[in-house]
């Protein structure tokens, strides 16, 4: 196959077939650095993709704000928030059906002034989710709270999720407290040991990966437990079916937004450490894990506020604290444009925020003022609430499932298997994508045709008898993609050079090059957005180096319903129409380094009158090994395109 041919016997040959070029000084560093310093709008090069991809975020997020504010009447707030939850679904690939939840209680306890009760059930056929439900001492029927965890790594058995659930109990209420994926005893892959082999968020962003190729998000397992969660608790004859709430802190705040915006059944809400701004969340921390990121969200307009709005005007509470790294300036602009919506359907005190002096967490003024909330929502109770001096559960006191995991259970799945399942099935169906719907499954920018006239350009100097230019491309409005073109005397072909690591070191290994300019190709190698000078350190370095880059990067384009590989095919074909000055007939190679191969042959796709063609060198692993490596390797997050396995693998896209 074409693009699996190595780039190093390919030089091999050209070296042999071109005596003439001998060895020389290596090519100049200075003339492959800095080249965006001359471009004067742009002053920090590694700020680039975060200040373009949040711009385009803000202007979506400012038209849904502009269309928030204008939803006066019961009739459009209605048609506003059936629009929004068919989004919402959509972009999670919807819900599985529902099947027996087949509940077992192993085991049952009490404290002080509360019982408790392990449960174990199946969100789908063996797909073990692990609760505790805490209950007040009389019989009932009781009003249950559905309480998700954040991303502590023992899960349910943290202190502070401990001390809220028990709280409840002792005012009267039942609460569901229930283990995330990757958390508590819910490892999604064990260690030779039976240990959880990626706790909390890694653990996330290795599964949803997957989810991701396939065209649904981590968000809809995570969903769809808390959704059964309340089937479980409706099942039940001491829980009252009529009266259901939910909160949670963290990425248990997230769940929570989402669970409470979809699932009706939810009366009363309380949100904690999450909610803030989309805008304000990408100017700040920037995007977090898997589930907290859905496919288009910021394009479609889908903020914050829209998680409130959704269930306008059933009763919310936002729990936000000063210190947060959520942005409390993007809850109380959340809070504003929300409560507009809540007081133009005559309900304005039905929702609510307490800020607490705080950094991140459930602090004990959070707790109390929730469970406040939800006796006065769901008991008609409203008085000071006290949590008072008791002892929570130990973790190992709180395992519901042998050996404290669930891939203990026999016959129990994991995320990573109903990902194999939906991509045997995906497979029967796989073709290659026709061209002209290719840009839009990766998320490329329209590919103009004619020249490309650099944005900036100027003479370097020569070596090895090439003229050699340094210039800058620009692809998109505040995309700048710096270049070096080196021209021999003799012109034979053209060629873009992309490396994964940058232009600087490509050009590094001068016998490359020299082979090239050798054979009499007329050499463009270019820092495609992203890498090299424009190369965007994320606020989260330790996973940079094991998801292939900067993953924040790929989450801010994924939120915009884009792609980097996307973005590189736009980039590339930029490229393509600069080096072949627009001219009839006249086409380019492309020489391309590990997941810039994808691009290349999407960019080959997209432009066949330009780019004749692509070799590659260290190709990416297919998207399929992603899903069946089942988390035992680390994805390059930059070669992952959402849903496109619903079509086709990459390899389809280099065949004739």
Same mark, same amino acid.
């Given at each position: 196959?074409?693009?699996?041919?190595?780039?190093?016997?390919?030089?091999?040959?050209?070296?042999?077939?071109?005596?003439?070029?001998?060895?020389?000084?290596?090519?100049?560093?200075?003339?492959?650095?800095?080249?965006?310093?001359?471009?004067?709008?742009?002053?920090?090069?590694?700020?680039?993709?975060?200040?373009?991809?949040?711009?385009?975020?803000?202007?979506?997020?400012?038209?849904?704000?502009?269309?928030?504010?204008?939803?006066?009447?019961?009739?459009?707030?209605?048609?506003?928030?059936?629009?929004?939850?068919?989004?919402?679904?959509?972009?999670?690939?919807?819900?599985?059906?529902?099947?027996?939840?087949?509940?077992?209680?192993?085991?049952?306890?009490?404290?002080?002034?509360?019982?408790?009760?392990?449960?174990?059930?199946?969100?789908?056929?063996?797909?073990?989710? =692990?609760?505790?439900?805490?209950?007040?001492?009389?019989?009932?029927?009781?009003?249950?709270?559905?309480?998700?965890?954040?991303?502590?790594?023992?899960?349910?058995?943290?202190?502070?999720?401990?001390?809220?659930?028990?709280?409840?109990?002792?005012?009267?209420?039942?609460?569901?407290?229930?283990?995330?994926?990757?958390?508590?005893?819910?490892?999604?892959?064990?260690?030779?040991?039976?240990?959880?082999?990626?706790?909390?968020?890694?653990?996330?962003?290795?599964?949803?990966?997957?989810?991701?190729?396939?065209?649904?998000?981590?968000?809809?397992?995570?969903?769809?437990?808390?959704?059964?969660?309340?089937?479980?608790?409706?099942?039940?004859?001491?829980?009252?079916? =009529?009266?259901?709430?939910?909160?949670?802190?963290?990425?248990?705040?997230?769940?929570?937004?989402?669970?409470?915006?979809?699932?009706?059944?939810?009366?009363?809400?309380?949100?904690?450490?999450?909610?803030?701004?989309?805008?304000?969340?990408?100017?700040?921390?920037?995007?977090?894990?898997?589930?907290?990121?859905?496919?288009?969200?910021?394009?479609?307009?889908?903020?914050?506020?829209?998680?409130?709005?959704?269930?306008?005007?059933?009763?919310?509470?936002?729990?936000?604290?000063?210190?947060?790294?959520?942005?409390?300036?993007?809850?109380?602009?959340?809070?504003?444009?929300?409560?507009?919506?809540?007081?133009?359907?005559?309900?304005?005190?039905?929702?609510?925020?307490?800020?607490?002096?705080?950094?991140?967490?459930?602090?004990?003024?959070?707790?109390?003022? =929730?469970?406040?909330?939800?006796?006065?929502?769901?008991?008609?109770?409203?008085?000071?609430?006290?949590?008072?001096?008791?002892?929570?559960?130990?973790?190992?006191?709180?395992?519901?499932?042998?050996?404290?995991?669930?891939?203990?259970?026999?016959?129990?799945?994991?995320?990573?298997?109903?990902?194999?399942?939906?991509?045997?099935?995906?497979?029967?169906?796989?073709?290659?994508?026709?061209?002209?719907?290719?840009?839009?499954?990766?998320?490329?920018?329209?590919?103009?045709?004619?020249?490309?006239?650099?944005?900036?350009?100027?003479?370097?100097?020569?070596?090895?008898?090439?003229?050699?230019?340094?210039?800058?491309?620009?692809?998109?409005?505040?995309?700048?993609?710096?270049?070096?073109?080196?021209?021999?005397?003799?012109?034979?072909?053209?060629?873009?050079?992309?490396?994964?690591?940058?232009?600087?070191?490509?050009? +590094?290994?001068?016998?490359?090059?020299?082979?090239?300019?050798?054979?009499?190709?007329?050499?463009?190698?270019?820092?495609?957005?992203?890498?090299?000078?424009?190369?965007?350190?994320?606020?989260?370095?330790?996973?940079?180096?094991?998801?292939?880059?900067?993953?924040?990067?790929?989450?801010?384009?994924?939120?915009? +319903?884009?792609?980097?590989?996307?973005?590189? =095919?736009?980039?590339?074909?930029?490229?393509?129409?600069?080096?072949?000055?627009?001219?009839?007939?006249?086409?380019?190679?492309?020489?391309?380094?590990?997941?810039?191969?994808?691009?290349?042959?999407?960019?080959?796709?997209?432009?066949?009158?330009?780019?004749?063609?692509?070799?590659?060198?260290?190709?990416?692993?297919?998207?399929?090994?992603?899903?069946?490596?089942?988390?035992?390797?680390?994805?390059?997050?930059?070669?992952?395109?959402?849903?496109?396995?619903?079509?086709?693998?990459?390899?389809?896209?280099?065949?004739?």
């Amino acid at each position: 196959m074409r693009h699996l041919f190595p780039l190093s016997l390919f030089l091999a040959a050209v070296l042999s077939a071109a005596p003439s070029v001998r060895a020389q000084d290596p090519f100049p560093a200075e003339w492959a650095s800095e080249i965006l310093k001359n471009v004067p709008e742009l002053p920090d090069p590694s700020n680039m993709m975060a200040a373009f991809l949040n711009a385009r975020a803000s202007e979506a997020l400012d038209r849904a704000a502009a269309r928030r504010a204008e939803l006066t009447t019961p009739e459009a707030v209605a048609a506003y928030q059936e629009e929004m939850k068919a989004f919402f679904i959509r972009q999670l690939a919807g819900f599985p059906e529902r099947t027996p939840l087949n509940p077992q209680i192993t085991g049952r306890g009490e404290g002080n002034g509360f019982r408790y009760e392990k449960v174990v059930f199946e969100s789908r056929p063996k797909f073990f989710v =692990t609760a505790l439900l805490f209950l007040p001492p009389d019989p009932g029927p009781h009003p249950a709270v559905l309480v998700p965890c954040g991303h502590s790594e023992n899960g349910k058995a943290y202190e502070n999720y401990q001390r809220l659930c028990i709280g409840f109990a002792r005012n009267g209420m039942a609460a569901l407290i229930y283990d995330p994926v990757d958390q508590g005893e819910r490892g999604q892959l064990l260690t030779p040991d039976g240990k959880t082999a990626h706790p909390g968020t890694t653990g996330h962003m290795l599964a949803g990966t997957g989810c991701i190729l396939l065209g649904s998000n981590l968000a809809q397992v995570r969903v769809w437990d808390g959704m059964r969660a309340l089937d479980y608790l409706e099942s039940r004859e001491d829980i009252d079916r =009529t009266r259901f709430g939910c909160c949670g802190n963290s990425g248990g705040g997230t769940l929570s937004s989402y669970l409470m915006a979809l699932d009706d059944r939810i009366y009363c809400a309380a949100p904690a450490c999450y909610l803030t701004s989309m805008k304000r969340l990408l100017e700040t921390i920037g995007p977090q894990d898997a589930e907290q990121n859905i496919f288009g969200q910021t394009a479609f307009g889908m903020d914050h506020a829209d998680y409130v709005c959704m269930r306008a005007p059933k009763p919310t509470l936002m729990c936000c604290a000063t210190k947060d790294f959520f942005d409390i300036q993007g809850a109380w602009d959340t809070y504003r444009s929300a409560k507009r919506v809540f007081g133009n359907l005559g309900f304005p005190e039905r929702l609510d925020l307490v800020e607490a002096n705080e950094e991140h967490g459930y602090t004990p003024l959070l707790r109390q003022t =929730t469970i406040r909330w939800m006796r006065r929502w769901l008991l008609g109770k409203d008085d000071p609430v006290v949590e008072g001096e008791f002892d929570v559960l130990t973790e190992e006191e709180s395992h519901c499932a042998p050996g404290g995991q669930v891939l203990n259970l026999e016959g129990a799945r994991s995320v990573y298997d109903l990902n194999r399942d939906q991509l045997d099935t995906l497979k029967k169906t796989w073709r290659k994508p026709e061209p002209s719907d290719l840009a839009a499954l990766v998320g490329a920018a329209e590919i103009a045709d004619g020249a490309a006239a650099p944005l900036w350009e100027a003479e370097a100097g020569t070596w090895a008898g090439c003229a050699v230019r340094r210039l800058v491309l620009q692809p998109e409005p505040g995309v700048f993609l710096p270049a070096v073109r080196i021209t021999p005397a003799s012109v034979t072909g053209l060629r873009i050079v992309a490396c994964r690591q940058g232009k600087a070191a490509w050009l +590094g290994k001068a016998d490359a090059l020299r082979a090239l300019v050798g054979r009499g190709e007329d050499v463009l190698v270019v820092d495609l957005r992203d890498t090299g000078e424009t190369f965007s350190v994320s606020a989260h370095k330790p996973w940079d180096e094991p998801f292939g880059g900067n993953w924040q990067t790929f989450f801010r384009a994924y939120l915009l +319903g884009r792609s980097q590989t996307g973005m590189w =095919t736009s980039d590339l074909a930029c490229c393509a129409n600069y080096l072949t000055g627009g001219r009839e007939g006249e086409t380019c190679r492309i020489t391309a380094t590990e997941g810039f191969v994808i691009a290349a042959h999407c960019a080959a796709a997209l432009a066949p009158g330009r780019i004749a063609g692509v070799d590659a060198e260290a190709p990416p692993r297919t998207w399929e090994e992603t899903v069946l490596s089942g988390g035992t390797e680390y994805p390059d997050l930059s070669t992952v395109v959402h849903g496109m396995l619903n079509v086709c693998d990459w390899p389809a896209l280099a065949r004739p």
